[in-house]
């Protein structure tokens, strides 16, 4: 997909005032939604002296392969706020976020996890969209099949599940800018 093409996409949807989603009913089915949270972070009293080893929460226990196809672990963002971005390479709405995804990631990197999992589309046009919306600072997994839609509950795109430091599901929706900034500035407060 080419930048004009992406850009005429973004307009359009702006102009359809469709800003509140790309609903698809082509999006994978969606099972039991992941449970807020089974495990709770080390004690928050314990200050930042302490060096107790992060719980991983049950919602950050999945893998994935990313764009490239190497191996992706999401214990690894246990113990920090994350925003799991549910994104598809066609959809205008998903392309007009991505500005704020990357300036998120800018602001608040090493206090705030980001990770795109794109499905709905195939792995070239992941990769143009990526490319194209410059958000390739972001990890981004290629969840062509819906595996990982279907973990979380997503019937959409474009759909964020943002957790807090513990790993407990505080928002899984569709969230405008600044729904979303608010939202991070709190968690990461």
Known sequence: MTVPRIRA??????????LAGCGSAAAPAAQAPLPVAETAA?????????????????????????????????????????????WAPWCATCAS??????????????????????????NKDMHEFVSDLEVG???????????????FGITEQSTY????RAGKVVVRSYLDDLQLTTKVKSLVA
Request: aromatic share 6%.
């Open 137 to 151: 600072t972001v990890p981004h997994l290629d969840d062509e099949p819906g595996r990982l839609w279907k973990k």
């Open 9 to 18: 996409l973004i307009a359009a949807t702006v102009a359809a005032g469709a």
């Open 97 to 122: 976020e991505a500005q704020s995804i990357s300036d998120l990631r800018d602001e608040y990197a090493g206090r705030l996890n980001i990770l795109g999992i794109a499905g709905l589309g195939n």
């Open 42 to 86: 080390a004690s928050a009293s314990a200050g930042p002296a302490a060096a107790a080893p992060v719980v991983v929460p049950a919602s950050l226990k999945f893998t994935g392969k990313t764009l490239d196809g190497e191996s992706f672990d999401a214990a690894t963002m246990a113990g920090k706020p994350t925003i799991l971005w549910f």
């Open 161 to 164: 599940v943002i957790l807090d």
